[in-house]
């Protein structure tokens, strides 16, 4: 996830990005939400914002570790510098109200480096899998009634490698990679089961996989698969990979769209391409991490107003924007 984001929930449906009684967002259909900063909940945060993720806090590496550095048993640290479980329990503080989103079970990024090849050269397939079993078990054991989760992170293959270092690094979103050179690598995906290629076709089945295990451990939480570039680079890609996913039978319940790519973007495109994915998938959308990566608050107010026309638009700070729409 990149700093200082802004999060929706919405449906995708012409005039998806209304958010009823928004102040920002409080008794409205859909929240807005946004991340941790610099590891810390503001002290106003609830004046902006009735949905919160951490940073990296909930993220796996952040996390997960072993006693013995790459070996031994496994030992989590929920509230470490991010605040995984702080940002729970302050939506926790107001059921209902306030909404927390678990980021993210599975992800080629920021994972723990006892899974790196070259960092561990004693991981196996069968290690990294008890592993992955080990760190769902123990989130699910900690956080039993999570409400939102992404299960899956950046896992779209375009062109020669995935989204994020599942394998081997990935450029990553707007060309910022979160991945390890050093890391060599992982067996996350072998270990889920593989990614099979049928007629030219990857058919992702360690995200279903993913995707079965959270449902059978969090049988009432909103599943979510996020990624980036969804709605320009690669929205072909990401479709076909919902759709993939769900003819295998991953229990999906929404498509997060990381909205990186959305600067410049107008209402109408935006609108439009929101709309075929929604119809192309059949999944709620949720807008994950939208941020407009401009520092002067007069143009990134106006690149935020080209797609949002008419919205309230706050700048909180030099690259936080609330948008709240009557």
């Not at 449906?13 to 209304?18: E, L, P, Q, R």
């Not at 967002?25 to 900063?37: E, H, Q, W």
């Not at 900690?142 to 599942?166: M, Q």
């Amino acid at each position: 996830m990149r700093k200082l984001s802004l999060s929706l929930a919405a449906v995708a449906v012409a005039g998806f990005v209304s958010v009823a009684n928004a102040a920002l967002a409080d008794g409205g259909a859909k929240f807005l939400g946004n991340i941790t900063t610099g590891g810390q909940i503001r002290s106003d945060f609830a004046q902006y914002w009735n949905q919160i993720t951490p940073e990296n806090g909930c993220k796996w590496g952040s996390i997960h570790s072993l006693s013995n550095g790459n070996s031994g048993t496994s030992k989590f640290a929920w509230d470490n510098f991010d605040k995984c479980e702080s940002a729970y329990k302050w939506a926790k503080e107001k059921p209902g109200e306030r909404h927390f989103k678990f980021h993210a079970l599975v992800w080629g990024s920021q994972y723990p480096n006892f899974l790196c090849k070259k960092k561990n050269p004693g991981i196996t397939v069968e290690l990294t899998k008890k592993y992955i079993t080990e760190w769902f078990d123990a989130v699910a054991a900690k956080f039993p009634d999570l409400e939102y989760i992404d299960v899956v992170n950046e896992a779209i293959w375009a062109g020669n490698n995935y989204h994020s270092g599942y394998g081997k690094p990935a450029a990553g979103a707007e060309g910022h990679s979160t991945d390890d050179t050093e890391c060599g690598g992982s067996y996350i995906i072998e270990a889920l089961g593989g990614d099979r290629v049928v007629n030219g076709k990857h058919q992702y089945d360690f995200i279903t996989n993913a995707f079965k295990m959270a449902r059978e451990r969090w049988p009432k939480a909103v599943l979510i698969y996020n990624d980036y570039n969804t709605l320009s680079w690669q929205i072909n890609e990401g479709i076909e990979l919902i759709q993939t996913i769900v003819k295998n039978g991953a229990p999906v319940d929404a498509y997060g769209q990381q909205a990186h790519d959305c600067k410049g973007m107008s209402k109408s495109d935006f609108e439009s391409k929101m709309t075929r994915i929604h119809n192309e998938t059949g999944l709620p959308l949720l807008v994950s991490e939208y941020d407009i990566g401009e520092a002067d608050d007069t143009k990134q107010t106006g690149a935020t107003s080209t797609a949002l026309p008419g919205s309230r638009t706050r700048v909180l700070s030099k690259r936080m924007v609330a948008s709240a729409l009557p």
